[in-house]
């Protein structure tokens, strides 16, 4: 066996290996609310929800999955042109631990606290 091909070889069994742990990410939206997923230890979960903050709506991280998921951060993609033109706001989340937990956010403008939020995202997180 040539070194070129056994270090294809070697590269080939590494990716497949890591790909068999569940790496791949796993992306849902809005019409996942409500709904469950199901991750594998290691894997990465994406929620992406339209957002308009020059209305002052965002956001807000109420549960991050605990004990299964640990939040990852989140991002702002770019809004469109002009005023009261929606973006999407990316959290991020790792599968940590094995079992159930819950992610919850909550849409509403931060100095509104007292009324009840516009919008509530849930997701169960089954982590295997």
């Not at 070697?10 to 791949?24: H, K, N, Y």
Request: glycine content about 10%; proline content about 4%.
């Amino acid at each position: 066996m040539t070194a070129t091909l056994k270090v294809t070889l070697v590269l080939w069994l590494t990716m497949s290996a890591l790909g068999c742990r569940g790496g791949a990410r796993v992306q849902v939206d809005h019409s996942s609310n409500n709904k469950e997923v199901s991750l594998a230890a290691g894997q990465t979960l994406e929620i992406a929800l339209a957002e308009n903050p020059t209305t002052g709506f965002r956001w807000e991280l109420k549960a991050a999955g605990g004990p299964v998921c640990a939040a990852r951060g989140d991002t702002l993609d770019a809004p469109a042109a002009g005023v009261g033109k929606s973006s999407t706001r990316r959290w991020r989340f790792e599968a940590v631990g094995k079992g159930t937990g819950t992610i919850e956010l909550v849409y509403r403008r931060a100095w509104e606290q007292d009324k009840p939020p516009a919008e509530t995202f849930r997701l169960t997180v089954r982590v295997e």
